[in-house]
């Protein structure tokens, strides 16, 4: 048997959302260092600079803004018409226990992590479908089949963009579209810094395992991407070890 061999994906354009920070910035300096051509999504004008300076010269643009406000996603659609791939990975969190909740935590999370995500896939989707090619990569988590504990409503978006994942891949693959999902267990970045109810931080000092690197996790959408044209790895699971 012939050992297993990465699809090249050299010259490549992939964008990704949410690369300003945690596992988008890993994944975008990753590819970008294999050669792909990286368009970097993300509010943060400075994060995204600084990115793009850690990059291979000429390997990495960005365009700054707001996932939730139409005018940054109209700003983007002159980009996508050759997008070879969408790393669909901006997201928020908020934990607390359930009845602590608010209505502005629910609509922020749904918001940015579900709605916005979709408008933008759309967009992505429909020069895909013209092309007849393409990969939609969606960030998802270890969270869009299980509850936990004052996770409620993040659990609750990531399961509708999971579902949103699997709805794409069924009726996008007669246009020759791949749909991967990368579900990771906790990953090491700054998400959970807005989660400062007492409950959450006492759960999060007593937690027995080490989380996940953002590295990992991009080396996770790596693999998918290299999978050979007639391989769709539909969803890979992370998880750190001993976390179950
Ligand atoms: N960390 C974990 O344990 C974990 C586990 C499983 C899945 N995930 C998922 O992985 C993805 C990335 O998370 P992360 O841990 O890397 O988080 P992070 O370090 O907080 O990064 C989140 C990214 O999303 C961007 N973003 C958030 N809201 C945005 C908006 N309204 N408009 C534009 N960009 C926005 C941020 O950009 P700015 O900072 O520039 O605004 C940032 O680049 C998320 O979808 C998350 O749900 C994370």
């Not at 010259?11 to 970097?40: D, N």
């Not at 139409?70 to 901006?90: G, R, T």
Request: glycine residues 6%.
């Amino acid at each position: 048997m012939m050992a297993p061999t990465g699809h090249p994906i050299a010259g490549k354009k992939i964008l990704i959302s949410g690369a300003s920070a945690g596992i988008g910035r890993e994944t975008a300096l990753l590819l970008a260092a294999q050669g792909m051509q990286v368009l970097a999504l993300g509010r943060n004008e400075s994060a995204l600079q600084s990115l793009q300076a850690l990059a291979p010269k000429g390997s990495l643009r960005w365009l700054a803004g707001d996932l939730n406000e139409a005018a940054h996603l109209d700003a983007i659609e002159p980009e996508l018409a050759d997008v070879d791939v969408f790393l669909n990975n901006a997201g928020v969190l908020r934990y607390a226990p359930i009845m602590d909740l608010t209505a502005e935590d629910f609509s922020w999370m749904f918001q940015t992590n579900v709605l916005a995500s979709i408008q933008l896939t759309q967009r992505v989707a429909r020069h895909m479908v013209t092309r007849r090619k393409g990969h939609l990569v969606f960030m998802t988590s270890i969270a869009a089949r299980e509850v936990y504990r004052t996770a409620s409503a993040y659990c609750a978006t990531k399961h509708a963009l999971s579902a949103m994942a699997r709805s794409f891949r069924l009726e996008l693959q007669e246009f020759g579209i791949k749909v991967s999902e990368i579900a990771p267990g906790m990953v090491d970045t700054d998400i959970r810094a807005s989660s400062d109810h007492p409950v959450v931080v006492a759960a999060i000092q007593n937690r027995k395992f080490s989380p996940l690197s953002p590295a990992e996790v991009a080396s996770a959408v790596m693999f998918a991407l290299q999978s050979p044209p007639n391989l769709c790895p539909d969803l890979i699971e992370l998880r750190p070890q001993g976390s179950l």
